[in-house]
């Protein structure tokens, strides 16, 4: 079969295309024929050593599958860890679901991680309630276009979206976001509580780290929650427990790992997510799909910021 493979860490060049064997399926596990695998922020840390948890090479990335399974046919979507930039995948049977009809593979995708880190986001990590004004950051993205949509239904009153781009920042007002500001870090505080009707904010979700994080930090108000769920500047933060104590801010951390050996927090969230794209309540914004053969160039795309929405790849093209 095909697949992207990586034998060293570095820049997108180090992503191959080359020949392997089908995998085999362990105990547990099923065989997936790959008709979309969905990229993330996490692949490109992955790439470059600085991933939370460390890979062995040579690898063969991608965390996340749609296709059919080879014992029954079914169409599915599932989270695989690592094996997605390929025509086959395995996974966990316990984290394989099959797509309802009338969704297709890339909306699939959207919802089994960055859909359910969205969900978690407001409902576990962040409990939002009572109207509360709540921050999403790179709100064209992935994460970040879901939960902008699922914010007022969530508990949130004033959502408040970020991006880089006027084009990006029109998206997020489409999608039902309040208010839309630049993203820049400098001057970002500011903006934060201008965009909030001059009161700071109850809630942000981050995920660039560095600036980013310490200007959100900064507009928080008093029992706020900054839920960080990404470094995508590479760029990590201190923070001393006297700022927190000053301002009864509260900051938490989401990796969507913690996640995998709780089912009830997948299935519960997973389908109450399907369950809204059927009404009509949530739109998924997928991306570009790029043949298997690109994923370096579309990885690249990614880390720079020129896609939205849910990025693919598709190994049948």
């Given at each position: 079969?095909?697949?992207?493979?990586?034998?060293e860490?570095?820049?997108p060049?180090?992503?191959q295309?080359?020949?392997?064997?089908?995998?085999?399926?362990?105990?547990g596990?099923?065989?997936?024929?790959?008709t979309?695998?969905?990229?993330?922020?996490?692949?490109t840390?992955?790439?470059t050593?600085?991933?939370?948890?460390?890979?062995e090479?040579?690898l063969?990335?991608?965390?996340?599958?749609?296709?059919?399974?080879k014992?029954?046919?079914?169409?599915?979507?599932?989270l695989?860890?690592?094996?997605?930039?390929?025509?086959?995948?395995?996974?966990?049977g316990?984290?394989?679901?099959p797509?309802?009809e009338?969704?297709?593979d890339?909306t699939?995708?959207?919802?089994?991680l960055?859909?359910l880190?969205?969900w978690?986001?407001?409902?576990?990590?962040?409990?939002?309630?009572?109207?509360?004004?709540?921050?999403?950051?790179?709100?064209?993205?992935?994460?970040?276009?879901?939960?902008?949509?699922?914010?007022?239904?969530m508990?949130?009153?004033?959502v408040?979206?970020?991006?880089?781009?006027?084009?990006?920042?029109?998206?997020?007002?489409?999608?039902?976001?309040?208010?839309?500001?630049?993203?820049?870090?400098?001057?970002?505080?500011e903006?934060?509580?201008?965009?909030?009707?001059?009161?700071?904010?109850?809630?942000?979700?981050?995920?660039?780290?560095?600036?980013?994080?310490?200007?959100?930090l900064?507009?928080?108000a008093?029992?706020?929650?900054?839920?960080?769920y990404?470094?995508?500047?590479?760029?990590?933060?201190?923070?001393?427990?006297?700022?927190?104590?000053?301002?009864?801010?509260?900051?938490?951390?989401?990796?969507?790992?913690?996640?995998?050996?709780r089912?009830?927090?997948?299935?519960?969230?997973?389908?109450?997510?399907?369950?809204?794209?059927?009404?009509g309540?949530l739109?998924?914004?997928?991306?570009?799909?790029?043949?298997l053969?690109?994923?370096?160039?579309?990885q690249a795309?990614?880390?720079?910021?020129?896609?939205?929405?849910?990025?693919?790849?598709?190994?049948?093209?």
């Amino acid at each position: 079969m095909r697949a992207i493979q990586m034998s060293e860490y570095g820049g997108p060049e180090v992503l191959q295309l080359v020949e392997l064997p089908l995998p085999e399926p362990a105990p547990g596990e099923v065989l997936v024929r790959v008709t979309r695998a969905g990229l993330n922020f996490a692949d490109t840390h992955r790439r470059t050593n600085s991933y939370l948890a460390q890979d062995e090479l040579p690898l063969v990335p991608g965390s996340e599958v749609a296709g059919v399974r080879k014992d029954n046919g079914e169409r599915v979507v599932a989270l695989c860890g690592s094996g997605g930039y390929a025509e086959y995948a395995t996974a966990p049977g316990a984290l394989t679901f099959p797509i309802p009809e009338g969704v297709d593979d890339e909306t699939a995708l959207a919802l089994v991680l960055q859909g359910l880190t969205a969900w978690h986001l407001y409902r576990t990590c962040a409990r939002t309630s009572g109207g509360e004004s709540v921050v999403v950051h790179a709100a064209a993205g992935g994460v970040g276009s879901l939960a902008v949509q699922l914010g007022k239904s969530m508990g949130a009153g004033r959502v408040i979206a970020t991006a880089s781009t006027h084009d990006k920042r029109a998206l997020a007002l489409e999608l039902g976001a309040d208010a839309a500001v630049d993203s820049a870090a400098e001057g970002l505080t500011e903006r934060l509580v201008q965009a909030n009707l001059g009161t700071p904010v109850d809630v942000v979700f981050e995920m660039a780290g560095g600036a980013m994080f310490d200007a959100s930090l900064d507009a928080l108000a008093p029992f706020g929650r900054l839920v960080t769920y990404g470094i995508a500047s590479g760029n990590g933060n201190s923070v001393r427990s006297g700022e927190l104590m000053r301002r009864s801010r509260a900051i938490v951390g989401f990796w969507f790992v913690h996640c995998i050996d709780r089912p009830a927090m997948i299935d519960q969230a997973l389908a109450d997510l399907f369950e809204r794209v059927r009404r009509g309540d949530l739109r998924v914004v997928t991306g570009p799909a790029y043949p298997l053969a690109d994923a370096a160039r579309a990885q690249a795309d990614l880390a720079e910021r020129r896609t939205t929405g849910k990025v693919t790849l598709d190994p049948t093209a």
